[in-house]
């Protein structure tokens, strides 16, 4: 059974650093890896997906990298902003249907 | 429309009520997800229709969770004598053929 693990669960960091956040899945076998942003009260929006065929995606800040053969995802935030503070949620689509997520990384940016 | 909407954003439930939670997927999507997220945990699978047909409903905790999209467009996700364990955000996501998903608001329920 599939399962994905984000570490750390929790981050706080000043305006400005990079930062990496971490994803971890048990089986090889997916379709593709997204992404997600969720503010609090809100729905999930769309970070970054990476097919299963690629290595990474950027998009702005962002960019993200994907090891399938090590089952491990990175989401790479360049110079953090507060407005960036959410919950990041990765998650793995293996059969074009369901996607499996993480618990998520709950990112604090200071100013 | 412009992106997945659901009704109500906001549902309270006494123990032992029905109730019913609309999702509007984007217009043309043929496949339309349901998923569960308790406080503090990533979203959880429910259910997956492709057009009007509920082609897996595996993730569904209890036969008091039932799902319908009878036009293969609007669905409403129904749970029948709510518990106190029902209480979660439930998203809703549509999509073209499966991937990616794009995710409505959610409705938050609380079971009292």
């Known amino acids: 059974k599939q399962e994905v693990t984000q570490i750390p669960a929790a981050l706080s960091v000043p305006e400005g650093e990079n930062l990496v956040l971490n994803c971890s899945f048990t089986?090889?076998?997916?379709?593709?890896l997204q992404w997600f942003r969720q503010d609090p009260g809100k729905g999930l929006t769309s970070l970054l997906l990476?097919?299963?065929?690629?290595r990474e995606q950027t998009s702005g800040r962002l960019n993200a990298s994907l090891d399938k053969s090590s089952g491990r995802s990175t989401l790479y935030i360049a110079a953090s902003q507060p407005g960036d503070s959410a919950t990041y949620l990765c998650?793995?689509?293996?059969?074009?249907?369901?996607?499996?997520f993480g618990k998520g990384t709950t990112l604090s940016v200071s100013s | 429309g412009a992106g997945v909407s659901q009704s109500p954003r906001y549902k309270v439930a006494k123990r032992g009520q029905d109730v019913a939670l609309r999702c509007d997927p984007i217009?043309?999507?043929?496949?339309l997800f349901w998923y569960q997220q308790a406080l503090g945990q990533g979203p959880e699978f429910l259910t997956y229709?492709?057009?009007?047909?509920?082609?897996?409903k595996s993730g569904l905790p209890s036969d008091r969770f039932f799902a319908e999209r009878p036009e293969g467009s609007v669905s409403t996700l129904k749970i029948q004598r709510t518990q106190q364990e029902d209480s979660a955000v439930y998203l809703c996501?549509?999509?073209?053929?499966?991937?990616?998903?794009?995710f409505g608001p959610g409705t938050r329920l609380t079971v009292l």
């Open positions: 998650a793995v689509n293996q059969a074009g249907t369901a996607l499996i």
């Open positions: 089986d090889s076998a997916i379709y593709n």
């Open positions: 217009s043309g999507h043929v496949s």
């Open positions: 996501a549509s999509s073209l053929n499966g991937t990616p998903q794009f």
């Open positions: 229709f492709q057009n009007e047909a509920q082609l897996d």
């Open positions: 990476i097919q299963s065929s690629q």
